[in-house]
């Protein structure tokens, strides 16, 4: 079967700067594909590559077996690619309903009368968030009264509902206290259920384990190792994650000072 | 950019108006005097540095009759100009850093242009102050002043305001804070017997002159004299007055071709001019005369340009005038 | 002013109810009506007219209404797309200068080329709507902000304002051209008046309200007015989702650019001359207009009937002191004392609208 989206030594410079280098990624239907990293690892060059926003300067990337380099994320979405990004996933003071038919919105009329489709659209806000179980009572409230959770959701019901056959997914519970990360994966495993590839962006080893079944873990721009779930335990994905001996010393000289233990992988932000 | 050009150029072809524009001034043949020296001393610099704001038609005028004498005496002229006085100032400073052989200033601030003044007596120029600054121009050491007093040109206004029988005038400054529109406006209320009002507008939103005129009509039926200040706004104060149905008529400081247009079609009054033309080629020629002959005019005391009443008897003569840029 | 007015977008509200209940979807009408961004500018506008109904006895005449009517829409022509670009994120402080540059290029091309009036009307809009795509285009390509990019072309285009025009007449102020073939019919169409039961109406006024309707509806009912609520409430967002950030920005100052065509003409048609050095100033009037109407100064709210609703109180208040017959000496002051009010009781209505919403 092939891949919904396959990257093969993919690399990427900004200048002189190595941002990426020999990365490989595949993402099938119906499955996760995770990508975990520490800050400044390259997770966000990766999601721009794919997402269209930038292009690989070496590798190959391929969108369904075809060689594919994306000039724009509207090209990105044309082709089933959809991006929830971490905290620019949509507009808040615009109301539920314009932010979930953003840049797709459906219309009536022609030439110069083409005018917004509404009532469809409040009407199938309403109802694709309630598929996804959530229920807004009023989808005319700006976006930014939703919580954290909440508009990660709306963002992920407007890419299902649009067709995506890609989901990609920039730290979706990053912000978030620990049970609405647990709705968001509700979420995350729904869209995979539907038949979905999804890319998740985290660097939350434990997030990741719930929900994936392929882990890439980067390390300063290049792959530090990639696993599918059956090959890898959790404890040894948080080590790598963790940096591994790295964090050895770093318990050890913690310890030494007599305070308490590193409780290791889970950051608030 | 293509297009717009494409655009003039085809339009233009097909497009052409009969009546009015370039194609009508180019025939009137009238022509400002030629510019050929008359004497030959040598080529002197003299700059003129005013407080005129951008795009003022007035300081056009001035600087028309300023270069008119500077082609008859072999005068290099230069001509800068900042409506804020420390900038004025500073523009007069570099002219002497240059070392120009002459120099007319304005005063409308005169304290920040005492210093400068000063700098220039000191380095040897001989300065000549234009327009503004009658007062304040022998004690700063200036050779002479040319200009208008504002209040007795105010005065003027407000005699002939009597004259013609008027009862409740409106005096319109469409700059406030500018002293030489109050000295006008104070000159006017002084010898007026009416009632004079003031008003207040925005010159640079000709709307907003326009409607604020309207308002104060509107809101008081009894004025019967409406005085702008400048010739600009003496068109804009006819429309006001046709749309708030007054019956008041306008009249105005200073001259501008729509202005004897509007004195000769009776649609103005009368307009109280200080002829500009003859403060900077005045100013000029005094320079060179100082420069030859060591000649001074005015005994210390300012030589006056206007005022001036001008009424529809004399509109037809200046019209032509006041076209090609001269009144 | 603009912290006061934003609608709370802290995700701390009382969402996504667990239990469904009948299916309401819409809010009830009060409710809706209160979530309106011009609702406090339209109670500004009230007491404003209610204050000089009572102090100044001449204001309440039609012909007086007509006069505050006529300086709203010279305001409020360019107030509208202004308030657009706000929504969209953006300022041009080049606005102001841009209608006296339309007005010149209409002008001098038609008195230099001796040509109909209409070539000049012409030439100029396709000259102004390039401006308005060049200070679009310079933005989105430099990504620096519209403030320092407006200013830049503001001053340049005072200095070609002066520089062409004396370059071109010989003095400051253009030649009138109202003896040209084609003066009446254009001035018909940007200058006239129309009596309406006895009171003279200014064309202008019914730009004005064209402008309005036709922002209201791009804004509210179009795709395009989606995406300018868009790249001013979160230009990364929209871009994300294929929103084309760049075309909307390049639109909404070409729009603002449209706004100073009809107003440039104006200018030109009533007062056949035009002074090269005006319209300094303006483009401030404008913004506050639109702040006033209730578009928040850093984008992605706001509506144009608010905006022309904030001209409508700066008409009132400009020429309502005039009216009230109060000391000139006093005028600016008295101006802004009133916008100031009119703006603290639109932010202060505001404030308990959302409260209660």
Known sequence: MTALVELTDVSKYYGSIRALEGVSLEVHAGEISCVLGDNGAGKSTLIKIISGLHQHDAGSFTIEGEEARLGSPREALDRGIATVYQDLAVVPLMPVWRNFFLGSEPTKGRGPFARLDVRTMRETTRSELLRMGIDLRDVDQPIGTLSGGERQCVAIARAVYFGAKVLVLDEPTAALGVKQSGVVLKYVAAARDAGLGVVLITHNPHHAYLVGDRFVLLKRGTMAGSHAKSEIALDELTRQMAGGSELEQLSHELSRAATPEFPGGHRSD | ?327 | ?357
């Open chain 2, 1 to 327: 950019m293509s297009a717009v050009l494409a655009a003039v150029l085809g339009a233009s072809l097909a497009g052409c108006s009969s009546t009015g524009g370039k194609r009508a001034e180019d025939e009137r043949a009238a022509k400002a005097a030629g510019g050929r020296a008359a004497v030959d001393t040598p080529r002197w610099t003299f700059a003129m540095v005013t407080h005129s704001g951008a795009g003022d038609s007035f300081w056009d005028i001035v600087q028309n009759g300023a270069k008119q004498a500077a082609a008859k005496d072999n005068i290099k002229f230069v001509y800068a100009n900042d409506e804020e006085a420390a900038r004025q100032s500073q523009l007069v400073q570099s002219y002497i850093d240059a070392k120009v052989d002459g120099l007319i200033v304005t005063l409308a601030k005169p304290d920040a242009m005492k210093d400068v003044v000063a700098k220039a007596e000191k380095a040897g120029i001989p300065v000549i102050t234009v327009n503004s600054g009658s007062a304040e121009s022998k004690a700063f050491g200036a050779l002479s002043h040319i200009g208008q007093d504002e209040t007795v040109a105010g005065e003027a206004v407000g005699e002939e305001l009597n004259r013609r029988g008027r009862k409740k005038a409106l005096c319109v400054l469409h700059e406030q804070g500018n002293v030489g529109h109050e000295q006008r406006c104070d000159g006017a209320k002084k010898s007026f017997k009416g009632e004079l009002q003031k008003l207040y507008v925005e010159g640079t939103n000709m709307p907003d002159v326009q409607s604020s005129i309207e308002s104060k009509l509107q809101a008081d039926g009894a004025i019967d004299s409406v005085v702008t200040l400048g010739a600009p706004f003496a068109p804009t104060a006819v429309k006001a007055k046709e749309q708030a149905g007054s019956k008041a008529e306008i009249d105005t400081f200073d001259l501008n071709a729509q202005v004897a247009a509007g004195l000769q079609d009776g649609s103005l009054g009368f307009a109280v001019d200080q002829q500009p033309y003859l403060q900077g080629y005045q100013a000029v020629d005094l320079l060179w005369l100082y420069k030859y002959n060591s000649d001074v005019l005015g005994g210390g005391k300012p030589v006056l340009t206007g005022p001036q009443v001008i009424t529809k008897k004399d509109a037809a003569a200046l019209q032509e005038y006041t076209k090609r840029g001269t009144r």
């Open chain 3, 1 to 357: 002013m603009s912290s006061t007015a934003v609608p709370s977008p802290a995700p701390s509200g009382p969402p996504a109810g667990g239990a469904a209940d009948d299916g309401l979807v819409r809010r009830s009408p009060v409710r809706r009506l209160m979530g309106r961004p011009e609702l406090g500018s339209v109670v500004g506008a009230i007491a404003v007219f209610v204050f000089f109904s009572v102090v100044a006895e001449p204001f309440l005449r039609a012909s007086s209404l007509s006069t505050v009517l006529y300086a709203s829409s010279t305001i409020g022509i360019m107030a509208v797309p202004v308030a657009l670009l706000m929504i969209g994120g953006e300022f041009d402080l080049s606005a102001g200068v841009m209608v006296v540059s339309s007005a010149l290029v209409s002008s001098m091309v038609s008195y230099q080329l001796t040509a109909n009036t209409w070539v000049g009307v012409g030439v100029s809009l396709l000259v102004t709507l390039a401006i308005g795509f060049f200070n679009g285009f310079l933005l989105t390509r430099t990504k620096l902000p519209s403030f320092l990019i407006t200013l830049g072309t503001f001053f340049m285009l005072t200095g070609l304002n002066l520089g062409f025009t004396k370059l071109i007449s010989g003095t400051v102020s253009t030649k009138s051209i109202a003896d040209m073939e084609g003066f009446d019919s254009a001035r018909a169409l940007f200058a006239s008046r129309l009596t309406l039961g006895g009171v003279d109406i200014q064309i202008t006024i019914l730009w004005w309200i064209v402008l309005v309707a036709v922002a209201t509806w791009i804004l509210l009912r179009t795709r395009v007015g989606n995406w300018i609520f868009a790249v001013g409430g979160g230009a990364d967002a929209s871009r994300a989702v294929g929103v084309p950030v760049v075309k909307t920005k390049i639109g909404l100052y070409m729009g603002v650019a449209f706004a100073a065509w009809v107003s440039g003409q104006h200018l030109l048609f009533s007062y056949d001359a035009i002074q090269s050095g005006d319209g300094v100033g303006n483009e401030f009037l404008y913004i506050i207009a639109a702040a006033v109407g209730g578009c928040l100064m850093t984008g992605g709210y706001g509506s144009a009937i608010g905006a022309a609703v904030g001209a409508f109180i700066f008409g009132m208040t400009s020429k309502g002191i005039v009216y009230a017959q109060w000391n000139p000496d006093w005028y600016k002051f008295f101006l802004g004392a009133m916008l100031l009010l009119a703006t603290l009781l639109n932010a202060w209505i505001r404030k308990r609208a959302e409260a209660k919403a």
